[in-house]
């Protein structure tokens, strides 16, 4: 009797000291993989965009639109891979969503330290929007100036590479910002130059949840 439960004793400081031993390890392991790949976001940056068509049609609430953008992606680490499974440029005014495209570019792997760029991407078509009187005086306004506000959101799907280990897809995200001040021209030269513009919101390593 005695014998059965020193033994369910001793089990039971056996089953602590594994249970410490493995959070012990995990977190030692977490702690080396942080300090050795060290996870960066990568930086996305418009570095040119111009519209050549912009017209808004009141009559069937038809926007007709040409945008077209050169996008860069860096990624600035130096041992850390990543796979663009899926790039989609969403394309708002005023919060109001005009278009989407899914770049063909993509699916492409981008290596350490290394930039990938995409020139000539065409966001062009047209679309059903609902612009409310605001919405509509500040187009207007803009349309004057020759210079629109536009708002991209990217949306990606990328997996990453850890020296030779390839991480699982990571959750889609969609939130990447882009603020642009994009000037308009009926024949592609602007008198207006584009200021390239970083985008924000990246958190695809750290993603914080929808
Ligand atoms: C993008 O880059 C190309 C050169 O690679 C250039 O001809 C073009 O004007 C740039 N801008 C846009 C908006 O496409
Ligand atoms: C709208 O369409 C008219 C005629 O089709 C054109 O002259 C004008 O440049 C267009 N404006 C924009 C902002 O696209
Ligand atoms: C909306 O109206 C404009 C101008 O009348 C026309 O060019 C355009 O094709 C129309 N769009 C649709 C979807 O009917
Ligand atoms: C970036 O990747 C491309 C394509 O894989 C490669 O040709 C180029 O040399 C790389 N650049 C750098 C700086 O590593
Ligand atoms: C394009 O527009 C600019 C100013 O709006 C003008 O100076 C230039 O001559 C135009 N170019 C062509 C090829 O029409």
Known sequence: MFGRSGGRC????????????????SVLAL????????????KF?????ALTRFNFTNDNNTLHYN????ITIRNPNRRVG??????????????????????????FYQGH????????????GQQLVVFGERDLSQLNSEAAAGLYSIDLKLALRVRARYG????????????I??????????NETSPIAFKATQCWNVYLFSNPGD
């Open 113 to 124: 330290k290394n930039a990938t760029i995409l020139n000539h991407v065409l966001v062009e």
């Open 67 to 70: 945008l077209a953008l050169n």
């Open 164 to 175: 030779k280990l390839k991480s699982p897809n990571y959750k889609p995200y969609y939130k």
């Open 10 to 25: 001793c089990n039971v400081v056996c089953c602590f000291c594994i249970f410490y031993n493995t959070i012990f390890c």
């Open 31 to 42: 702690l080396i993989f942080v300090f050795i790949f060290n996870p960066q976001e990568p």
């Open 177 to 186: 910002d882009c603020s642009l001040k994009v000037p308009f021209s009926s």
């Open 82 to 107: 990543i796979y663009y499974r899926r790039i989609q440029v969403i394309a708002n005014y005023r919060k109001k969503r005009f278009a989407m495209v899914t770049l063909p570019s993509a699916p």
């Open 45 to 49: 940056t418009i570095t040119d965009a």
